[in-house]
């Protein structure tokens, strides 16, 4: 017995997403529902991977259901595929299972030819209408179907409205119409080697063909690839009768949000057109009115569109995207789905929800996209800052940015290679530009509204966006915008601001982000739930004030090196580094350690009652000298020098020690080489250098009554011996300051950072020694790998992911088959040995939505990541409790229910 | 209560090594057994380790029980310590626990001041005798205890003998030694700013501090840290009564081997020395009489030696090393223990004993220390060859060697940094030497005989060595060397043969070595033992062949791009890398194919009937090019070509393009890069080419008859999807070449190295396309540890195994504790997946004892080693098998006892 594969819209429901696609189950339920829905029968995403594994096209078992499913459908419509007289008109659509919007095939006004398109016409009593609706069809199916590029049929259209003195479409007669719908068969022809089908069923197989088909184009993969969809979902087919918004001024069609899903308002949002259809809408083509001003247009499909998107909002328990049109002041809803937001709407409308009673604080928080939400924390122009504003554009996407105006997204991508910060500028966007709006800093468009293609990609990366600013006068070839009587070229500095609509010539300083409200709400709830503890990475006071402000709870890391770069420190480093003798080395760091000193006091001060944890120094020694290279240029440059001076002479030596130096240091593989707490051992004395400034720092603060909590990290051990020795020379400096200082109370805890592959497997040793592990995940991915991320990137990684060999960027998140099984390793064994033993992650992948998961059911006790990824991180860390509960790890804690490696 | 610390040696027996030291248990073993060996006692081990601990010298209640055990000592000898009437005179001398010959430091004449000289004199009737010992205890008291300079007392000796026109010390008269123990005074007062000490309690209680303290001297921690030995064990201290072998012409003392330790012969073999102490021998300061004359100068002594050799080796049931000492034609036993041997002999003796019925065949396995068990594959000189020989010496330890002449153990360290191969040439070595023996390719003595330092050090190290060359009048300070009119000069080549005791001038072809009867012998009851296979690693027939005539049971390794570097193949391997487009590059490797399909049947023919696993390219493309600096300096010289001709000119064309090519593929950690199965994944038709190659072959060589064992195996994976996607490219090859060969059978394995943690950590998944694991145990340590070789040796890895940081070199002796955990989880869950997984280890580990152990207990299958470790080998496989019975990997291959790491 065959599987059913076509579902009539009344035969399915939501919780079919699976089979029938987003699209389609949607249809289904509100078609349940009791919605006024078009009829028509959607095609399971079966039926799609059936196709791709056949070689023949659709099979006949396929072509036979899905006929019968049409037979059904021209029943219920009273109209019939192909009749002359009373033609059914249906929409060909993908729907895939998560959705992609825009980066699939559609088909509208299906049925047409020649012989019912006079039917249509007949009926409508509009020619004008009907000629419209079979040109759009043959430009669709030209370019769906038989693969001809868009720009042809365009060109027709410009050469057809210039010879008929029309400026715009709707000014073209049905005579033009007609003219226009022979030139297109022509180009068919011409291009496609074939006709353009009058057999309206060999339209409907090739159409269904076609948008299976397009689940493999270029846009799609990258969007799956970009968004983490499987590759191996498919798409279903949705076949719907047509209805039209486009029969004259008592028609029309739109888009609303059932709240603003830039501002979580709870209000009606969205657009529409008169006489037009949905696609005029969604490509932005057109400049739509806001749905306000239909409760003057069509007062009573107002009232019905609000009742409508309450039903449907109370349905689905959340903010709906609603698709519908008007036909003869008949309401019709095309699609409904959960509205994409930003995240400062997704908050408001998530703690609004809660508020009104419709879902608890769990699901609240299981709503939020822990991805998105760093949004909410884009910054915005400085108020106080003087603004020259070129033009006011629809604040499409909040967020403010500044960079140099690229007018393609090849060039926008090609500066972005280069480093430079680029805004993308273009008339509208369409899917082909994708890869220009992902390396931009922001996207401006002359033509489109709130949910033109450019507005909503951009709101789902975060991304600043100004849409509809109509006085640009963008002349891509020429590489250049006017505005009035000001132009601007490409590569000039612009700043927009997606908040206020407005675009600025030149770079206008911006203001950091705040808290919403909402925000603090939700993250109140989300510390109530949460069991993993959140800090932040911080190498200065200011950022640790910031991690602060958004939730730390304390600093996961430190890294004081940071501090050596310092451009006062620097020269001193290098002295240090270069010295001959212990004598000279000595004074170097003698010179450092009240620089140190302060910087550490100033943690400690921002921190008070919080734990600090610094990391020793880390990076080998090279990296804070010159490049072999710069030295030998400098060396040539005195060798020039006619009559030196002594001057030069002392230069020439210093010069000619640090070359030596650099060579003496250079490394095959640095990363594997003489660093972290290697450094520590082979030179003692720039960590006691280091521990003498933490805790005389430590006991400075303690006397003025801050509470230090400290926590001193020794990057890079690897088997136990390294941090049994670093410890004692630590434990041994706090002794001596702490004599020094007159006993000020000297508590501290000595860690490691768990980055080695060695130092996971050996965790239980390890632990020993360690009163906290801290997972570099950075590191440890590295070596796991075996992969050098400065080399992977460019070299083979960017293939592997483009072939789908790895899914996801390893450094983006955690790999929780391999370098995951290190942690769980380390955090079971090390406990095993010491129950106490704190164990957190610094590294990026601490505020990865993904990798706190994993964090959590290990078990580790707290994230660390960037000040601005916080929240994201509370986010996140609450999902993980309400997903799964208390971790694991209280259960590790018991060294019995250990789980082993093999024992020899 | 107190633990006993003194023992006298009745009290003790040979198993109380730990408490007693090697040298006192012995001792013990043997006045229990009734032998004549003088009476004494041993203070323990753990007395020494108190001391280290304490710190104000001896203990008082260590002093009082040393001071029990002496009074019972003078008791039984009937004489007193300090009697000036009837002194005791008695040695002091260490005794580790694992042997560590001439390591520390030893005293003897102890007893002896102004006073007892007289009363031994009187006792002796024998003054001059009396002033000897008293001289000989000045001198070695003012060494060992006060820490004088040896050649401070050397210079007195000889400017008193020229005074007196003595030549040797034997001419030196009572009178003579008189006038030398008041220098010898003046000279420890002068040098130590106190007198030696007159009381002689006073001396023994320094002479043990000493002893003691020589634990830690630097040569005996070199030693150490060279055979593994733990820094806390501590040495015991044995207090003897002396006997005198120089009280006259009946007197005398030696050192025999109850087997020869060169030959493994069952003949008594040593030296010995009339009137003299057994200083005189081991020193070598003269040069002793075989022991063979002892018959004719001593035949009645002769015959009790022969009797006690044997009762000591029936009852150690092994070859052993005695020191007898003759005074007034009694036989003392001083010391016996297992004789030190070289390979060849312990071969000998181990077969010999076990056909004697000694011991059992896996006794005589045990026995064999694998380690030196590649000596017996030590080259020898071509007998056909011209050898122009400068000088005959003692044959004392086997195998030939040619190097340039160093006169001292610096130079010859030096000379060896700088890639220069030495022969190390003294008058005679001393524990000074050590380093530079380390670094000789062969030894050279003009003095001291088989048993002096240079032989037993040199055997010890398997390099050859020729001893007592008399001839040869060596001057250190002119850095050269004199054999009657002739002159060598430091730098000079030499050759010498350790096994005729021949010294040659120049560099002479050498032969290479051949198995004895007995190893063969022995390697067959290894083989019937063992169950770990073992293969060798081998890059062309030739190595090939010398594998399996070594007992290689496949080729575990064979590495392609060693036939990549071949002078014909780089520049073809150049140009494919260079490459500008894929015409190009498919030219090149079209040019290669034919190459790699020739050294393949090679490899197949040597093999015929055993596994070749042949490993795809490994390293970076860019190992194969130019270095940067070659080609800019290249550039630079054609720059300054004035009239640049064609040929200059496409020079300097290709030139840039390798530079762009070299540029582009640098990388900031190459370790971490694009290599291995990356670089076939991003440049898959370098992998096809080899696999069509390796196919190709295959296929003419079964054509021919040839069994074909085919193993393909894929380098560096890391994650399942690499191996997956070329395990179906090569499969693809396979059926390609089939098809082209008309159908010859191709069967063929694909597996991979697991080197990546990663790989090891998702053995489980990976093992889904693997046939077999080979676990490249060098880059798995380097990923492991986080060690770049390359970095870690010059920069921290000697810092750390000097600071004792790593007990052993992770690169030489496989860390179980991390590294070895990974390949025990790689081996369970590979083999739970696909239980008929083929697992094993190629990489120096292979090669090594203890690595091979490990092996054995996670049941790998097979290891693979150079050809010449292959016995070694076979051996430890043999051990292991003993030691530990059938591997665990037997039970691991049901996947349900597979231990597991945690799950989330």
């Not at 001003?293 to 909002?313: H, Q, W």
């Not at 080489?673 to 400034?693: K, S």
């Amino acid at each position: 017995m065959s599987v059913k594969q076509v579902f009539d819209f009344h035969e399915g429901n939501a919780s079919m997403k699976s089979v029938l696609g987003g699209k389609g189950a949607h249809l289904a339920e509100m078609t349940r529902a009791g919605l006024q829905v078009p009829p028509g029968f959607t095609i399971s995403t079966a039926a799609c991977l059936s196709y791709f594994q056949g070689n023949e096209g659709l099979s006949e078992e396929l072509w036979q259901e899905t006929q019968s499913a049409l037979r059904r459908l021209e029943e219920r419509k009273g109209q019939k595929l192909g009749n002359a007289d009373n033609p059914l008109l249906v929409s060909v659509r993908s729907g895939s299972v998560t959705s992609m919007p825009g980066m699939m095939d559609t088909l509208l006004n299906l049925g047409l030819n020649d012989e019912t398109v006079q039917g249509l016409a007949r009926q409508t009593g509009n020619a004008r209408f009907a000629y419209d609706c079979y040109r759009r069809l043959l430009q669709m199916f030209g370019e769906v179907v038989l693969g001809i590029e868009g720009f042809r049929f365009e060109k027709i259209l410009s050469r057809v409205k210039s010879a008929r003195g029309a400026e715009t479409d709707q000014q073209l007669s049905a005579d033009g119409l007609c003219e226009l719908i022979e030139e297109y068969k022509g180009c068919i022809v011409a291009r496609a080697g074939r006709p353009f089908p009058e057999d309206v069923h060999e339209q409907l197989r090739l159409a269904i063909q076609a948008v299976f088909s397009s689940w493999h184009n270029p846009r799609a993969k990258f969007y799956r690839q970009l968004n983490r969809i499987p590759d191996d979902q498919g798409t279903a087919v949705n076949i719907q009768s047509m209805v039209f918004g486009n029969l004259g001024s008592d028609c029309g069609t739109g888009v609303v949000f059932t709240r603003n899903p830039s501002t979580g308002e709870k209000d009606l949002y969205g657009e529409y057109l008169i006489d037009a259809q949905g696609e005029d809408v969604v490509a932005g083509s057109r400049t739509p009115q806001p749905v306000a001003s239909l409760r003057n247009d069509m007062p009573d499909t107002y009232e019905e569109l609000l009742r409508v998107a309450k039903r449907l909002e109370n349905h689905y328990r959340d903010m709906q995207d609603i698709e519908f049109t008007v036909e003869k002041g008949k309401l019709y809803i095309l699609q409904t789905r959960n509205g994409k937001r930003n995240a400062q709407a997704a908050v408001k409308i998530a703690v609004d929800l809660v508020k009104e009673g419709v879902i608890a604080k769990e699901e609240a928080l299981q709503r939020i996209e822990a991805s998105h939400l760093d949004q909410l924390l884009h910054r915005g122009i400085d108020e106080s800052a003087v603004a020259d504003v070129l033009a006011t554009g629809l604040p499409a996407s909040p967020g403010a940015a500044s960079g140099r105006a690229a007018f393609d997204a090849d060039t926008a991508a090609r500066w972005s290679r280069d480093g430079i910060k680029v805004l993308l500028v273009r008339p509208e966007t369409t899917p082909e530009d994708i890869h220009g709006v992902l390396v931009s800093e922001g996207v401006v468009t002359s033509r489109g509204g709130m949910t033109s293609h450019a507005a909503v990609v951009a709101r789902g990366m975060g991304k600043p966006c100004v849409c509809g600013c109509e006085s640009l006068d963008i002349d891509e070839e020429r590489g250049q915008m006017t505005v009035g009587s000001r132009t601007v070229k490409e590569g000039d500095l612009l700043t927009i601001d997606g908040a206020s609509g407005r675009v600025i010539v030149g770079e206008v300083p911006l203001r950091e982000p705040k808290m919403t409200e909402q925000l603090s709400e939700l993250l109140g709830w989300a510390d109530a739930i949460r069991t993993l503890e959140v800090r932040a990475n911080a190498d200065n006071p200011d950022d640790a004030r910031t991690g602060r402000q958004f939730g730390a709870q304390g600093i996961g890391l430190c890294r004081t090196e940071h501090m050596f770069f310092a451009p006062d420190r620097l020269p001193v480093v290098q002295r240090m580094i270069v010295a001959d003798d212990d004598a000279e080395r000595n004074k170097a760091l003698a010179q450092l350690l009240p620089m140190q000193q302060s910087d550490f006091e100033g943690m400690f001060e921002q921190m008070n009652g919080l734990p600090v944890t610094i990391r020793l120094l880390d990076p080998p020694l090279h990296e804070f000298l010159p490049q072999e290279k710069e030295l030998l240029k400098r060396l040539e440059e005195l060798a020039d020098t006619v009559e030196p001076g002594e001057a030069e002479k002392a230069e020439k030596k210093a010069i000619e020690a640090t070359l030596r130096k650099v060579r003496s240091l250079a490394e095959v593989n640095p990363m594997l080489g003489l660093r972290g707490c290697r450094l520590g051992l082979v030179h003692p004395e720039i960590y006691d250098m280091q521990a003498e400034a933490i805790f005389r720092a430590a006991s400075r603060c303690r006397e003025r009554g801050i509470s230090v909590e400290l926590e001193i990290m020794v990057p890079l051990v690897g088997h136990v011996n390294e941090l049994e020795i670093l410890r004692n020379r630590i434990d041994h400096a706090a002794r001596r300051v702490k004599e020094e200082e007159g006993g000020i109370d000297a508590a501290y805890k000595v860690g490691t950072m768990i980055e080695v592959p060695r130092a996971a497997l050996t965790a239980g040793q390890i632990a020993r020694h360690a009163d906290f592990f801290s997972f570099g995940t950075n590191d440890l991915t590295q070596m796991t790998y075996g992969y050098s991320r400065d080399d992977a990137e460019g070299k083979f990684l960017t293939h592997y992911l483009d072939h789908k060999l790895l899914q996801v960027n390893p450094f983006q998140s955690l790999d929780t088959d391999g370098v995951g099984k290190l942690i769980e390793w380390g955090v079971s064994s090390g406990r095993a040995e010491k129950p106490e033993l704190k164990t957190g992650i610094c590294g990026e992948h601490g505020g990865d939505k993904e990798s706190i998961f994993f964090c959590h059911r290990v078990g580790l006790n707290y994230v660390s990541c960037s000040p601005f990824r916080l929240p994201m991180a509370r986010i996140a860390a609450a999902q993980a409790a309400i997903a799964y509960g208390r971790p694991q790890g209280d259960a590790a804690k018991s060294s019995s229910s250990v789980s082993s490696l093999p024992a020899v």
